[in-house]
């Protein structure tokens, strides 16, 4: 048995369902991602798997203990990083870690130990005691994770850690993550960068409206689109009104557009790259680059849902 098991949760918020019968295992040791655009569901099913919110059904076994009938037992063993910063703005970093110390029900001795461990895991031991609202985003990104580990949970759940914030923290947190399995943490990360999920996760499910699309890892997951290749455009102009005459092409499977790049997905991109080449020029469509490359998790995505993983 896994030591994460999601067994069929369900979550219905007035009449809508936002997930929808999820079932997945994660395997102590792993980095698992869960990688799915907004509006997925993704913060709900981590919501459930934290005892925050109570299934409509279904249930998730933490190292064997159930959310519904053993919160305790379950919140021991994780630790939890929101998608939403959860510090006291007036306070220093060092204080915020100490209410949560106190939270997690450490004593003094401890707290302040761990503390400085986390402090220093988070890159920002120089910066301890300066208050949270002089903080930058990534800054108060690395100090919320910090607080997540204080107890030493065996699990980490990590809901879109890196949304919003520089390069620079952003390499720091996908670092942390890499370091801190690697000392032994399971962890479930949810995100909608593909790039993120594909250089952290052994095993990754992709969701959707609230269900599992496909589960995997990433070689399982470019098997399901089979020959297709896609076919990768920057570009410039009325990208939308472009895309979809393309779509109509003969032997093109699937197209999206988003921040100025097309994504086409196509079983023959040899045949249909004239083809798709002459309507952008038509729609008067500037070109920066063309590139055919084999699915990633954006093509995955692509395949199985018609649509774009991007915001
Ligand atoms: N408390 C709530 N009350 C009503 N509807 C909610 C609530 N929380 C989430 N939802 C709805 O459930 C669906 C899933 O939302 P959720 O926040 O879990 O998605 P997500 O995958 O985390 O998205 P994002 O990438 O934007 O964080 C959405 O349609 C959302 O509007
Ligand atoms: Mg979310």
């Given amino acids: 048995m896994g030591i994460i098991e999601v067994r069929e949760l369900k979550k219905v918020f007035n009449g809508n369902t936002a997930v929808d019968g999820v079932s997945f295992s994660v395997e102590a040791g792993e980095v698992f991602g869960l990688l799915g655009p907004n509006g997925a569901g993704k913060s709900t099913l981590i919501s459930m798997i934290s005892c925050l919110l109570d299934p409509t059904s279904g249930d998730a076994l933490i190292d064997g203990h159930s959310v519904i009938k053993e919160p305790m037992e379950v919140k021991k063993i994780l630790g939890v990083i929101p998608q939403e910063i959860a510090l006291y703005p007036t306070l220093t970093a060092r204080e915020n870690l100490h209410f949560w110390s106190k939270m997690y029900g450490l004593s003094s001795q401890d707290a302040k130990k761990r503390a400085d461990d986390v402090l220093k895991i988070a890159g920002l031991s120089d910066r301890a005691d300066e208050k949270i609202e ?17 107890h030493k949970p065996k699990v980490l759940l990590m809901d879109e850690p890196t949304v919003g914030i520089d390069p620079q923290s952003r390499n720091h947190i996908l670092e942390t993550v890499k370091s801190l399995n690697k000392s032994g943490l399971t962890v479930l990360y949810t995100s909608h960068y593909m790039e993120e999920v594909e250089f952290l996760c052994d095993r990754i499910a992709i969701v959707d409206q609230g269900k599992v699309m496909a589960s995997g890892t990433q070689e399982e997951l470019k098997k399901i689109v089979g020959q297709k290749d896609i076919v990768r455009i920057k570009a410039s102009g009325m990208l939308d009104k472009a895309i979809d005459d393309v779509k109509r092409v003969d032997g093109i499977d699937g197209a999206t557009v988003k921040d100025g790049e097309i994504d086409i997905l196509t079983k023959d991109s040899r045949k249909v790259l004239a083809v798709i080449i002459s309507i952008l020029n038509q729609e008067n469509v500037k070109m920066a680059s063309v590139e055919v490359q084999e699915p990633d998790l954006e093509g995955v995505f692509l395949h199985l849902t ?6």
């Fill in 134 to 150: 002089t903080y930058s985003g990534g800054m108060k990104r690395r100090i919320n994770i910090a607080a997540g580990l204080l």
């Fill in 306 to 311: 018609g649509k774009s993983l991007r915001d």
